[in-house]
């Protein structure tokens, strides 16, 4: 059974440009959830989704984000126009659902923006 | 709003010794979800152990064991016999029921030496 799946790995935009993350879940998992972390700092929560439903997003910056987890295909995690503050690592992780659901994650996107 | 801290940015273990890393956190409600999640260099992110709120018996796996404290809210890591390979980033991160997201502490870099 394959992990969580995130690419690409790394990822370099220049300033202006847009950037998509993406994330295939571990099989049987239909709960996504999205993290930024930035250097030397804990994971920042960024949105959570259902197939074709976001469920929170109060973690997601009001401008230039979105997430989609589409019925078919991976979750896809947009940043448009980068700036230089967006480079960080963004982590996708699945669950099954259910309470007290564990979180199983992927091995994360590292965003630079040149 | 919750909010996990970990007071300690750094700590040492010698080799087949014993180190606790401390993790207290805030909360109103009385049924939530703690883990523990270690970040090696390959960045990845892997569950050491998780602890329900409800149950007062402390969680253990292997020479992982917690000290949860419910009133004291502090969910303190026990690693035992620590290993080269127990060297990551430990981070604890707070659940709540619904289980829309983690909240994570800002991280306590452990090193081992031989």
């Known amino acids: 059974n394959a992990g969580v799946m995130q690419n690409p790995r790394h990822l370099v935009r220049r300033r202006g440009q847009e950037a998509r993350l993406r994330c295939s879940p571990m099989?049987?998992?239909?709960?996504v959830y999205w993290y930024r972390q930035l250097p030397e700092e804990g994971l920042k929560f960024m949105v959570y989704?259902?197939?074709?439903?976001?469920?929170?997003e109060s973690g997601m910056p009001k401008e230039r984000f979105s997430a989609e987890f589409p019925k078919e295909g991976p979750s896809i995690l947009r940043i448009q126009q980068v700036v230089r503050g967006d480079s960080a690592a963004y982590f996708c992780?699945?669950?099954?659902?259910?309470?007290?659901?564990?979180?199983?994650f992927g091995s994360g996107t590292q965003l630079s923006v040149l | 709003a919750q909010t996990v801290t970990q007071s300690q940015p750094e700590m040492s273990v010698q080799e087949a010794e014993t180190v606790t890393l401390s993790c207290t956190y805030d909360?109103?409600?009385?049924?939530?979800?703690l883990f523990w999640y270690k970040q090696p260099p390959s960045r990845q992110m892997i569950l050491v152990i998780r602890?329900?709120?409800?149950?007062?018996q402390n969680a253990t796996e292997n020479r992982f064991s917690v000290n949860f404290q419910k009133a004291a809210k502090s969910f303190s890591l026990k690693i035992s016999d620590s290993q080269l390979g127990d060297a990551a980033m430990y981070f604890c991160?707070?659940?709540?029921?619904?289980?829309?997201?983690?909240?994570f502490g800002g991280g306590t870099r452990l090193m081992v030496k031989p």
């Open positions: 992780a699945s669950s099954p659902g259910g309470q007290g659901r564990k979180l199983f």
């Open positions: 099989k049987g998992h239909s709960h």
């Open positions: 989704l259902q197939k074709e439903n976001i469920i929170d």
């Open positions: 909360t109103s409600e009385s049924d939530y979800y």
């Open positions: 602890q329900e709120a409800y149950k007062q």
């Open positions: 991160a707070y659940g709540n029921n619904a289980g829309n997201m983690l909240t």
